[in-house]
């Protein structure tokens, strides 16, 4: 009978929990009974191993070759002439829990695993070298979180998020503290950096907003019919500004003639790797909702492996691994797999199909299992333990990475909800999700308003200032594909993996499913592929 290909030992090895050397998946492929090769040598290893060594095989076959039965009984006991790509998850035959389960491809594993099928039916490997990546990750507000939710965390949120942000500012203009700009004389130039308390409109048509510094409040009129009037539809309550302007005759009040945002200087040249490395920038998975794309993610779990695939090295998942319960309301009834655990089980699952070779790093969202209050910690250890398939690392939302030199700020994107529900459409929609990232790197945070929509917690430090400006800002959370640059920024927002839900139907959210954004770190170009 034919001799099994290494991509056939490869996935019954999977199926066992195994993975293998390349010279012992050799050995393993020259047995005449595959399936009693592989017992006998998962039997024999000691129990702590995970990859089996040639060492280990070269102990087993030949205890087994003095028991093995006549080769024509061996051969009428396995008459499957298939052979299934690696990337599938599925073997030729055994039992249907082998069938299900997908292959798990280790760092370790041999290049059979790592690899598609050629046309002789071997596998092409993927070319990756471990020692040339880097990723290191930033606030990260996992294991520091110090708020208890007493006032004085909100006083030392909110004093840590000026003083930040003013440092941006300060440099722009010739600022005075609000006190003593309220003792200049009437008539005056004067500039103030503050924090927006209040944002209304006069009986005139006039915008008066009030500005907070930590000495105290005051008056700024932008009057209808100046230029920057047609900014003050873009300013939200606690975001960071500064204003120039001339003081009324009498005190009392700034006329504004100019107001600057914190923004990205226009000047910005981001960092680019200094090799042809690409990353995957996915969001939204939500596996155990009955709308859960699953063809479409084996889809691009299977080209991953493919050549057209071989210098992505690393996936970037930018929250709602699982769609969680109790999210919102009747969301039970769309429910695949009803328990969160389990939820987070299928997930890995689904995680052990894309190559193990690669750098895979999560953080959570609003449907995961971690506190809803942003910044959101990382997944505790139990989550952990259970989506710990290639050795993947964790991360909280937000938090900043560096991928050789490159840094890509992740965010899941609640926020995103607010500033399109606050600003005109043409400045912020759901149907261009980059635009709505524009407004937050213009004003340098991921949520600067307060106690609306998105949830905040006070803590020591304000984790969601942008002091630094990343080379790629990835956000996910309101399901649908946008990009853009802005002032030499790329923003991204990666669509998602499920279908459109009886809650999405009933807000008119039509979302983009199945789009894997590729970023090629070394010049910045995006490919996006549709599964």
């Known amino acids: 009978m034919p001799r099994p290909t290494p991509v056939r030992v490869v996935s019954e090895l999977a199926s066992r929990g195994y993975n293998a050397e390349r010279e012992a998946v050799t050995l393993l492929a020259r047995a005449d ?40 009984t061996a051969e009428a006991s396995d008459t499957s002439t298939d052979n ?21 491809t280790k760092g370790s594993a041999i290049g059979a695993a790592d690899g598609k099928l050629d046309e002789e039916g071997g596998a092409s490997e993927r070319s990756v070298n471990p020692e040339l990546r880097s990723l290191d990750v930033q606030g990260d ?4 979180s110090t708020g208890t939710g007493e006032y004085a965390d909100f006083v030392a949120t909110f004093r840590d998020r000026y003083e930040r942000l003013s440092g941006l500012l300060r440099s722009r203009v010739n600022h005075r503290p609000t006190e003593a700009v309220d003792a200049m004389a009437g008539g005056s130039d004067a500039a103030i950096v503050g924090m927006i308390a209040d944002i209304r409109s006069t009986a005139n048509g006039h915008w008066l907003v009030e500005l907070e ?31 120039e302007g001339t003081l009324a005759g009498d005190g009392g009040i700034l006329f504004v003639d100019e107001l600057h945002f914190p923004d990205v200087p226009r000047t910005y040249r981001p960092s680019t790797a200094d090799r042809h490395v690409r990353a995957a920038l996915i969001s939204d998975v939500h596996v155990g909702s009955q709308e859960f794309a699953a063809d479409a993610w084996s889809a691009f779990a299977d080209w991953l492996h493919t050549e057209d695939a071989a210098a992505v090295e690393y996936l970037l998942v930018a929250g709602d691994m699982v769609e969680g319960v109790g999210v919102y309301p009747d969301q039970d009834e769309e429910l695949d797999i009803v328990d969160i655990y389990e939820q987070y089980e299928a997930f890995a699952e689904r995680l052990k199909e894309v190559p193990g070779d690669m750098e895979i790093l999560l953080i959570p969202g609003n449907h995961d299992a971690v506190r809803l209050a942003e910044p959101q910690p990382g997944f505790d250890e139990e989550l952990r333990n259970i989506m710990s398939a290639h050795d993947a690392r964790f991360s909280g939302n937000p ?11 992740m965010y899941h994107g609640v926020s995103l909800d607010e500033v399109i529900a606050e600003l005109p459409e043409e400045k912020a929609n759901y149907d261009e999700p980059h635009k709505a990232m524009y407004q937050l790197l213009k004003k340098r945070h991921i949520a600067p308003q307060y106690g609306g929509h998105t949830r905040l917690a006070p803590e020591e430090r304000d984790y969601l200032v942008m002091e630094e400006i990343p080379d790629v800002f990835h956000t996910g959370h309101v399901h649908k594909l946008g990009y853009g640059k802005y002032h030499n920024v790329l923003a991204i927002n990666s669509g998602c993996w499920q279908e459109q839900t009886s ?29």
């Not at 938090?399 to 700020?409: A, M, Q, R």
């Open 33 to 72: 009974d595959l399936d009693r090769a592989i017992e006998r040598a998962t039997e024999s290893a000691p129990t702590d191993t995970l990859t089996l060594s040639a060492e280990d095989v070269e102990t087993a076959l030949p205890a087994l070759e003095s028991s093995n039965p006549p080769a024509d």
């Open 84 to 104: 299934p790509s690696v990337s599938g998850g599925t073997t030729s035959h055994g039992s249907n829990e082998a069938t299900n389960s997908p292959v798990e």
């Open 141 to 144: 507000v996992t294991g520091r």
């Open 213 to 243: 510094d930590t000495t105290g409040t005051f008056p700024c009129l932008v009057l209808k019919d100046r230029e920057i009037a047609g900014v003050v539809d873009e300013l939200l309550l606690d975001e960071l500004v500064a204003v």
């Open 399 to 409: 938090s900043t990475v560096t991928i050789e030199g490159v840094t890509i700020l």
């Open 503 to 531: 809650f999405q139907k009933s807000v008119n959210i039509d979302p983009d499913v199945g789009y894997a954004p590729i970023l090629d770190l070394d010049t910045l170009d995006l490919t996006i592929q549709k599964f």
